[in-house]
C-alpha cells in the first residue's frame, strides 16, 4: 500500500479514536451513538467498520492505545525508583508518586487528547458499563502486581487484606479527582487555589493517598475512646 494511502488511513482512524474519546467522556459511551462519532469526526460510517468493525471494538482501542504507554510508563517509573533505592524499601509518597505522576504527563499532552482520555477513564471506572468491566482489570493487572509488592515492602506493618482496601480506596479517590473538577464546586464556597493546575491537584492528591495508606489501623482506633457528641447515645424522653 502507498504511503500516501496508509497516511490518510492512519488520520482518518486517529480522528474516529479521538472523536469517540471526547463523546465517551462527554456522554458515556451508552448515549454515544456510532452516527455521532462518524458526524464529530468528519468521516462516514464505513470508516469506522473499516477500522475497528464495532463500536464495541472502538472502545477498546480508545483504551488500549491510551492505558499500554500509561501503565507501562507507571511500571517503568517504580523500576527506577527501586533500582536507585538499592534494596531498600521505598517511601509510601514515592510509589504513590510513581502510579500518579504518569497520569499528568499524559494530561499535558493536548494534541493527543491525553485530558480527555483521563476525564474518560475516572468516569468509566466510576460507572463501569457492560464489556468495560473486562477491558480495563487486563490493562491493571500487572500493575496491581507491581505496587502491591512495593507497598508490601514499604508498608510491612499493614496486613494484606487492610492493604488490599487502601489500595481500592486510593484508585477510587484517583478515578474520580481524574473524572474532573466538578465536584469542587459542591465542597468549596469560594475559588479553591491550584484548582485549574494539575500539578497543584496531583501534590494534594499524593499527600493524601500517601496518607491514608500509612494511617492507623482501623482495629487500633477501635480501642481508643471515643467522645460521644452531645445527645449521642441517650434514651429518648
Not at 487484606?161 to 481524574?178: D, K, N, V
Not at 473524572?179 to 484548582?195: F, M, P, R
Amino acid at each position: 500500500m502507498p504511503r500516501s494511502r496508509q497516511r490518510i488511513l492512519g488520520d482518518t482512524k486517529d480522528r474516529i479514536l479521538g472523536a469517540a474519546e471526547k463523546l465517551f467522556m462527554e456522554r458515556g459511551y451508552a448515549a454515544t451513538s456510532l452516527r455521532e462519532i462518524t458526524a464529530a469526526a468528519g468521516v462516514n460510517l464505513a470508516a469506522v467498520n473499516y477500522h475497528f468493525g464495532s463500536k464495541e471494538a472502538l472502545v477498546r482501542e480508545v483504551f488500549e492505545r491510551r492505558l499500554g504507554p500509561l501503565n507501562a510508563a507507571r511500571i517503568a517509573y517504580l523500576d527506577r525508583l527501586e533500582s536507585a533505592a538499592a534494596g531498600r524499601p521505598l517511601t509510601v509518597e514515592s510509589i504513590v508518586e510513581a502510579i500518579v505522576v504518569p497520569a499528568l504527563h499524559v494530561s499535558r499532552e493536548p494534541l493527543a487528547g491525553g485530558a480527555a482520555f483521563l476525564r474518560l477513564l475516572g468516569r468509566v471506572i466510576l460507572e463501569p458499563t457492560g464489556f468495560v468491566r473486562e477491558i480495563l482489570p487486563a490493562h491493571y493487572r500487572d500493575v496491581i502486581v507491581r505496587f502491591k509488592e512495593a507497598f508490601t515492602r514499604a508498608l510491612p506493618n499493614i496486613p494484606e487484606s487492610e492493604l488490599a482496601w487502601r489500595m481500592h480506596f486510593m484508585f477510587g479517590a484517583m478515578s474520580y479527582t481524574l473524572a474532573g473538577n466538578d465536584a469542587l464546586q459542591l465542597i468549596g464556597t469560594c475559588k479553591l487555589d491550584g484548582a485549574d493546575s494539575p500539578e497543584s491537584i496531583i501534590r494534594r492528591l499524593i499527600s493524601f493517598l500517601a496518607a491514608g495508606l500509612q494511617a492507623r489501623l482501623p482495629e487500633q482506633d477501635s480501642k481508643r475512646p471515643r467522645k460521644l457528641a452531645s445527645g449521642v447515645g441517650r434514651k429518648a424522653a
